[in-house]
């Protein structure tokens, strides 16, 4: 996977892991994105150095910057580390009921009233692991040290401090379990967690101008058959609308982030009486009756676990949503019309791999993001759970006589770094993009449009692998690694030109004009019975019809970086179908007719069955599991 990289971080060579999450700060510098705390250790010998150091880096990149990553200076790499104890646990399913138990919020360093002990015992997890004393102890000791390093570990000693003071979301589940996780990830991975923007306006803002930059408040709200009716100032993906429609119809959505906001105000104050800038942030559902939830984390007790890293959440599906979309008509003739993919030229991030020319370019904290900059996007590691909301959407035009300015028009600018913060034209700002998550079939460019498909698949199968009818799923990369979070298999270059088929591995071209190929998944599943499957689906451009997924098994139950090359090529031959048209031989009522025929696929993959995208009433979790239940029966060779 290719993930931008993080400024913040030391520039070396070194290993680390992302140990915990710390304190908000609400403004920094010239920065409309808040800021906070997370502390990482260095992986010596695959072991863990217990001195701990603490960066400060823009709070929307905790969906990137997750808790048990690993990462080598400024990048971050395959895999999460595991090593936490024997209890570590991956894909854990929790259901909550919170009319019966209420959530409620608790300090890291928290004792349970009815035992004394520690929420979370030190031996089974600790923050700061005792290196604010060492801090402390090398300071008054050593007569060795410069200015400057003095001043380092004095900021050491206090990050480390508020590292302690850091807030848990507790959840009592339906089978009593008591359930922790860090505020911030629940707040990065339950909150809107396609849309990093509305989630800095919802830790910066008052919630009426949060929700104000999204929908029309005076005319949205809770109609008489209990819909939420929302205006909206532009298009949003059904993540997003939940939060919208019940952040401001809600009542119990509204008094919950209420407590988040009066969390975010409480501050110290330093010895001239100022506030200090850091903030703990009291992070509650916004999900008024139940839940559901899958992660990764340590069981502390049998029925205490520590969910460290949230895999899927669901919605709250209670009241239908009616988006509202306001249309304009211009009469007038367009201004300057420019072709291509629409908002933010130039490609983007992925969470399983870089389509686009950004890989490079890293996350600068303390700025803004310029309007006239090139942009990227990243999708989001949280699959959604069960049912989305229903959801209807509602058009009402106007017209207008003045002519309709394009805008969001990159003008050049050479990027120098990315920033998830609020666009403007300053020239602070000038070479700084936009870094946005995608919503699915949202109000995001061409190109993020066309990843629908993939993203529906990768959550379809997240799901049932968190519903335990996959036993296990690992997604592929270009080079046939084997990683638990998704990840995209890209086409070779080389296969640009092959057989007549000059363009269809060619996806599209950045600013820059160099060549973006496509991107397919390719998944490796067991299944509880033990049978390993692979599934396939690939990229789409606009308006491309005719593509199949593909559920195949191989001979040994690997695919080896040789076999992915010969398999995409056979692909972009096809031109991503896998039948042809053909005409038979018999007749109906005296008519030839046309009949299909599956296309010849490379000799390691053992059986295969073709998997279809007709619509239908069943979700794609029941379409999915559907194959393969019936895998053994249809497969051919």
Known sequence: MNYPPIASFPNDQQLRVVWGFGSVHVSHNLSTAPHFLVSLRSIVDNRLDEYETVYKIPLAQADIVRLGTVWLGQRR??????????????????????????????????????????????????????TKS??????????????????????????LGQMS??????????????????????????????????????????????????????????????????????????????????????AVTKERLRVLRNSL???????????????????????????????????????????????????????????????????????????????????????????GNFQDVPIIPGTDPNVNAAG??????????????????????????????????????????????ELNSSKNSEGIGQLKQSERGGDTTEYVNQLEILDTVKNALLSLFASQKIKELEFLDSLTNLNLMPAFVSFPTKLIGQKNNSSWAVYCKNQYNQVITRVALLVKMTMPDGTVLFFFEIQRKPNEKGFSGLIFETYDNTVSSSQLYEFLSKVVEYQGKFRRRVKSTSTIEGEKRKTSQRKELPSFIKKSVIFEHRKGSRTWEDKILFELIGYSSKASQ
């Open 77 to 130: 790499v395959e895999g999460f580390w595991a090593q936490y104890s024997k209890t570590y646990e991956r894909s854990v399913v929790f259901d909550f009921d919170f009319i019966n138990s209420p959530p409620s919020s608790i300090e890291f360093s928290e004792k349970d009233p009815s035992t004394d002990y520690y929420q979370i015992p030190p031996f089974a997890y600790s923050l700061a692991f005792g």
């Open 376 to 421: 990227a996007h990243i999708l989001s590691e949280v699959m959604i759970l069960g049912k989305s909301p229903d959801v209807e959407d509602f058009v009402e035009t106007t017209q207008s006589d003045i002519k309709r300015r394009n805008k969001n028009r990159a003008d050049g600018q050479k990027l120098r770094g990315l920033s998830s913060g």
């Open 165 to 250: 003071k850091s807030k848990l979301t507790k959840l009592i589940s339906n089978d009593e379990c008591t359930v922790l996780i860090p505020s911030i990830e629940f707040l990065t991975s339950c909150y809107t967690p396609r849309e990093q923007q509305l989630r800095n306006k919802v830790v910066n803002l008052n919630l009426d101008d949060a929700l104000a930059d999204y929908i029309d408040l005076d005319e949205s709200g809770e109609n008489k058959l209990g819909e939420y009716d929302l205006y909206m100032k532009s298009r949003k993906h059904q993540t997003n609308l939940a939060f919208l429609g019940y952040a401001h119809g809600n």
């Open 265 to 355: 105000t409480k501050a110290n104050k330093d010895p001239s009486g100022r506030n200090y800038p850091d903030r703990h942030p009291d992070v509650l559902p916004y999900h008024p009756e139940s839940m559901r939830l899958s992660g990764d984390g340590i069981w502390i007790d049998d029925q205490t676990f520590l969910m460290l890293r949230v895999r899927g959440c669901s919605l709250p599906t209670t009241h239908k949503i009616n988006q509202v979309l306001m249309e304009t008509i211009y009469t007038g003739l367009e201004d300057d019309p420019i072709q291509g993919t629409g908002e933010n030229n130039g490609g983007g991030f992925t969470a399983g791999g870089a389509i």
């Open 134 to 159: 060492k801090i402390n102890t090398k300071l008054k000791s050593s007569d060795n040290l410069n200015e400057e390093e003095t001043r380092d570990l004095k900021r050491q000693a206090v990050y």
